[in-house]
């Protein structure tokens, strides 16, 4: 046996594979035993095949040292840390095991490839009597239609699944054998209980696998259609290429994972019973429905079988922005659809009666999770196509059970908004969200929500996921927030729609009133006096056309940018400028900055202009109060500004920052400390020295930070640079796609220097 630690991935486990036997040498064990052989990963491969001829074409085709007819010929040999891979058909798992069971030599290590887990458990407990400690069940999740030894291949497993099915008594120094054996071949082990891996299996594999054989039979057999296969293109090729798959294998399966496969083959039947019936009666909505959502979850696929496996998603997911120094931003932008407005009006589509369309929808991965979210809740949804969407509305009383959690990602404002409308559907509902979003409050929602008699249940302290029951009956309330929050506001609102009588919030400083004013769009009376919006329960939304202009928070990064880098001049087109929203612009015009809005107008009840931003020098501020809602989102972008400007800008009464994606006060001047910057956080806000009165260009120096994954402090970095004097390098930017999926195309284009790796 090799030492323990001598190869990479084996130290932490401190165990390794000395022999490996290969019973049954076809793809699945003849991949096994060329990847290890490739990887030096055990010091002889034994194959062991019924039929003489495949053992000498095994030793041929070098996938295995040697081979014999007969296992019990080598058993005698093996030895403590030897590994058997049984790979032979599911039913013919239970005879090799009848081999094993008297002739084992103490130590060695047995597993399997078979695709199915409880029949080889029952096996060993037909034989042994209980499942030995030995005995590791394993099922790697790789394979193709080919089969036999000529279709082994050294590079089956890189970057695949394996998943391990150990029970309770099985001893660790095996299980950890395994995932030696696995890991050095290029896979990724993960374990799961029996039950739950034939589950699984039954709907992701074996399933497929039956319609894909039952089909072709249909075909083939249907005198009909003789010259199907002459005409049958692309699709019914992809469709049906499993069905080439090993037919003895394939039989096993379905006897071995019976009554799996049974539950998955009734629930598809009643599905397609269902589509059957919509095309007899030419339901349009129903198969639209059907396909947008199967389109939507096969499209994700898609981009996961892209990346090859989910491991290296999870790498791709670690994106490192580069921002070099200097440059200047220059040009005619237009920046995406506003995130807070396109996640309203997938909600209020929704729910509308009629047929919403959608224009300059934010194709971000916030506002695409309350789409989805929707589609879950059987909402048909078209698009989005270059910002285009097209909701077919359900009315107030629409929407269906989703099937499963809804998992927002890391949108705080589809979680809140959303716990409003879903306390007051008459089905039970989780809310579930990311790392940062799990981590985020939110009783701010549920105890106004539980005032209105909204079951309304959340993890520790307050945090996600949040749990609804449906089917209580709301109250209206008269809520005055306790801190100024248009989510808060917004989801007491949404609520409100189901509530008996008249619900009112009262805000202690103005917030933004997208969903005040998208409300008044879908025909809604909401009632607004000053700090006071109420609107009363029982009425309905009427299906309207949105045009939702740029983010205004977007646009912020490049009119910070402008101003600090000298010689820029930048036009940013079609941004909303809803006063509830247009802090940044007041704060940073107090600051000096030079920016004119040109071309106002009203688009779909909202204030919309060209932003002109030009350089020019700024000074340190105190920041109004007032100010602090209004620019909620954009400080990480001022705080930038401000450390270009000459003097101190201190800015209060902004302790919601600190529950933001991230805290965005600490985040903030933890990087700005880095990037040579003097600024001090305080409980609720931060007081930062500006350099620009020093008469140099560079203020910041390069260095590394970290965005903690929130997406508006990594931009915020990467518009620092073009005042810094080296590289800043910013951290874990992967979230910038959730508000701004093309920021750094928009800023190259402009003229910065930004690498994304
Ligand atoms: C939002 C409200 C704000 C804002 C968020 C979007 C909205 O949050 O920070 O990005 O769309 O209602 P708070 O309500 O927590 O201030």
């Known amino acids: 046996m090799a030492v323990a630690g001598e190869r990479n991935g084996q130290e932490a486990f401190g165990v390794d594979v000395g022999r490996l036997v290969v019973v049954g040498i076809g793809l699945i064990g003849g991949s096994l035993a060329l990847g290890l052989k490739a990887a030096s990963g055990c010091r002889e491969v034994i194959g062991v095949a019924r039929r003489a001829q495949t053992c000498e074409q095994a030793v041929a085709l070098g996938v295995v040292d040697r081979a014999v007819t007969d296992l019990g010929e080598i058993l005698p040999e093996l030895e403590v840390g030897d590994v058997i891979f049984v790979a032979v058909p599911t039913l013919a798992v239970e005879a090799v095991f009848t081999q094993l069971k008297d002739s084992l030599p103490a130590g060695v290590t047995v597993t399997d490839g078979a695709s199915v887990k409880g029949s080889v458990v029952a096996a060993a407990k037909n034989v042994w009597g209980q499942v030995p400690d030995f005995l590791v069940p394993g099922h790697p999740i790789a394979g193709s239609e080919q089969s036999g030894v000529t279709a082994a291949r050294d590079d089956l497993y890189i970057a695949h699944r394996i998943i391990l099915t150990p029970l309770e008594n099985t001893a660790a120094v095996h299980v950890q054998r395994i995932h030696t054996m696995w890991e050095a071949v290029g896979a990724e082990v993960l374990t799961m209980p029996v039950v739950e891996h034939d589950d699984v299996l039954a709907a992701t594999s074996h399933l497929p696998h039956v319609i894909a054989f039952g089909l072709v039979d249909t075909l083939a057999h249907d005198a009909e259609n003789e010259n199907i296969f002459r005409y049958a293109a692309g699709g019914f090729r992809d469709f049906t290429r499993i069905a080439s798959s090993d037919p003895v294998m394939w039989r096993d399966i379905m006897l071995a994972n019976r009554d799996a496969i049974l539950k998955a083959i009734d629930l598809y039947t009643s599905n397609l019973e269902s589509l059957r019936s919509a095309i007899a009666s030419g339901d349009s909505e129903h198969l639209m429905g059907v396909f947008t959502r199967a389109k939507a979850a096969r499209d994700h696929f898609t981009k996961m079988l892209a990346k090859k496996a989910y491991t290296e998603i999870m790498e791709a997911k670690e994106v490192t922005f580069v921002a070099r120094p200097g440059g200047a931003v220059n040009g005619d932008l237009r920046v995406p659809g506003d995130k807070s407005m396109s996640h309203r009006s997938i909600m209020l589509g929704s729910l509308a009666e009629g047929v919403t369309e959608v224009e300059g929808f934010l194709e971000g991965e916030d506002a695409l999770a309350t789409l989805q979210a929707f589609r879950d809740m059987g909402v048909v949804i078209e698009g989005p196509v270059n910002g285009r969407v097209t909701i077919h509305g359900v009315g107030m009383h629409g929407l269906q059970a989703p099937p499963g959690p809804l998992y927002v990602g890391n949108s705080g404002t589809s979680m809140r908004l959303l716990a409003g409308l879903l306390a007051g559907q008459a089905f039970d509902s989780v ?306 796609a959730t508000s701004f999926p093309n920021f750094a195309e928009l800023a190259q284009g402009a003229g910065m220097d930004l690498e994304v790796r």
């Open 431 to 736: 809310l579930t969200g990311d790392e940062s979003l799990s981590k985020r409050p939110m009783n701010r929602v549920a105890n106004p929500l539980r005032e209105m008699g909204a079951a309304v249940e959340t993890a520790e302290d307050g945090r996600p996921p949040v749990k609804i029951n449906g089917g209580q009956s709301l109250r209206a309330i008269d809520y005055t927030l306790p801190m100024a929050s248009a989510q808060v506001k917004s989801c007491v609102l949404l609520a409100g729609l189901y509530a008996e009588g008249d619900t009112r919030t009262t805000e202690p400083a103005p917030t933004r009133d997208h969903t005040e004013r998208m409300l008044a769009g879908f025909g809604y009376d909401v009632n607004r006096d000053g700090p006071r919006a109420s609107v009363r329960g029982g009425g309905k939304l009427t299906a309207c056309h949105i045009d939702v202009p740029a983010d205004i928070s977007s646009a912020t990064f490049f009119m910070v940018a402008a101003s600090i880098a000298p010689g820029s001049d930048v036009l940013l087109r079609h941004v909303g400028i809803n006063p509830t929203r247009d802090g940044a612009i007041n704060i940073l015009r107090a600051m000096g900055a030079d920016i004119t809005l040109e071309n106002r107008r009203e688009v779909g009840g909202e204030p919309v202009a060209d932003i002109r931003v030009r350089y020019a020098p700024l000074k340190g501020i105190q920041i109004p109060e007032d100010q602090v809602p209004l620019a909620i989102d954009e400080f990480p972008a001022i705080f930038v500004a401000a450390s270009c400007a000459e003097g101190e800008t201190v800015l209060t009464g902004a302790e919601e920052l600190r529950v933001k994606e991230s805290d965005r006060i600490q985040a903030m001047a933890d990087g700005l400390k880095i990037l040579g910057i003097n600024a001090e956080p305080t409980p609720d806000g931060i007081v930062i020295q500006g350099k620009g009165g020093n008469g140099e260009v560079a203020v910041f120096g390069g260095g590394e930070v970290d965005s903690l994954g929130d997406h508006r402090i990594a931009m915020s970095f990467a518009v620092a640079a073009l005042r810094a004097s080296a590289d800043i390098r910013i951290l874990h930017c992967a979230n910038v």
